[in-house]
């Protein structure tokens, strides 16, 4: 389904509202109806290796969103009082602050960076003196990276993260939430991109078109830790099948389509920065996000969300001066001719 019709709205928010497939549709009808909390389910657990096959690892967790997995993999990884590394403009720190500090009790140690790449030297610094006397208990990364426009690590630096963080004896974790755009946008496998990360999590629920779930994988050990942190945190559900259905045919299936949500995004900046080349770099644009800067424009961020929500255009707005636009299966080329001639029109 896509948003050719004129009479329809182009709803650029996120990738999360895509739905599932009628393939998707027809897995979770015939699924499985274990309970993933006792005995176990047999879909939930073909998702699980299936995941930890794709990524390399040897096993995997299947969690109801990202921000748990996420936080289930410092609960694991980190004590009270120690440190997380991180980059300012993580969506650990943006948007899950409040799981980081008030529910695992870890410190944030911001590094500096640029698109979500450490400056190394700042690293290694925070990494051989520590501000917390617990010291730093986990290094965290985030391909693609969601607030500086779906920008992607580039594989020698992942590698001389996980190398500077392993000499100091910290683990690497990855935010892998659109870990597969960051490889097709790569031209790899995504076990590739994992290899050098101890953990990593990664989302069905995005542009891989799964209606709920994501999953965290790394060593046996680790996730059986995890299984238990799960359940801690409320996250341990009961006929799962259903949902995890939806999950393997999207990891199976929805790979390599992608690519057209990156072609999307490409030619939304291009025909963007047309109308003003303040909006957008085109060039930044590497995956599924288009980020623009609205400040030289006659309108803020918040005016121009509502203005093009009237004329059938949806929106994120951050702050004063940034607007979040996101491509995905449901936004063909001829719904991002719209957008364009919307925002032409506004301009």
């Known amino acids: ?90 969506h650990l720190l943006v948007t899950e602050t409040a799981g980081l500090v008030g529910v695992a009790g870890a410190v944030p140690r911001v590094v500096d960076s640029n698109a979500g790449r450490y400056d190394l030297d700042a690293l290694e610094r925070a990494l051989a003196k520590p501000a917390s006397r617990l010291g730093p208990g986990l290094v965290w990364l985030e391909t693609s990276h969601n607030w500086t426009g779906g920008r992607v690590l580039p594989l020698d630096h992942i590698t001389a993260v996980a190398a500077l963080a392993h000499r100091h004896g910290v683990p690497l974790h990855m935010d892998g939430a659109r870990i597969f755009n960051a490889a097709v946008a790569l031209g790899v496998g995504a076990d590739v991109i994992a290899r050098p990360a101890d ?21 046996a050990e680790f996730i059986g830790r995890a299984r238990a942190l799960r359940r801690m945190l409320g996250g341990a559900m009961r006929q799962t099948g259903v949902i995890a259905a ?9 790979v390599s389509r992608l690519a057209d949500d990156h ?53 994120g707005s951050s702050g004063k001066a940034q607007i979040r636009l996101v491509t995905h299966r449901h936004i063909d080329m001829a719904a991002v001719e719209r957008a364009i001639g919307v925002f032409a029109k506004l301009a």
Request: charged share 20%; with cysteine.
């Open 1 to 90: 389904m896509s948003t050719t019709d004129a009479g329809t709205a182009i709803d650029l928010r996120s990738d999360t509202l895509t739905r599932p497939t009628s393939a998707m549709l027809e897995a979770m009808r015939t699924a499985t109806h274990g309970d993933d909390n006792r005995d176990g389910d047999p879909t939930v657990m073909r998702l699980e290796r299936l995941a930890a096959e794709r990524l390399g690892k040897e096993a995997g967790l299947y969690l109801p969103s990202g921000t748990m997995a996420n936080l289930v993999a410092v609960l694991g990884h980190v004590s009270r009082g120690q440190e997380v590394v991180v980059d300012a403009l993580a």
């Open 199 to 219: 953990t990593v999590m990664f989302c069905v629920s995005k542009g891989l078109s799964a209606p709920i779930g994501s999953l965290l994988v790394g060593s």
């Open 246 to 254: 939806a999950g393997i045919v999207a990891v199976d299936t929805m």
């Open 263 to 315: 072609a999307a995004a490409r030619r939304l900046a291009e025909g963007l920065a047309g109308i003003d080349a303040t909006l957008v770099d085109p060039a930044r644009v590497e995956t599924n996000i288009v980020m623009l800067d609205v400040a030289a424009t006659r309108f803020d961020a918040a005016t121009w969300e509502s203005r093009l929500a009237a004329a059938g255009v949806r929106v």
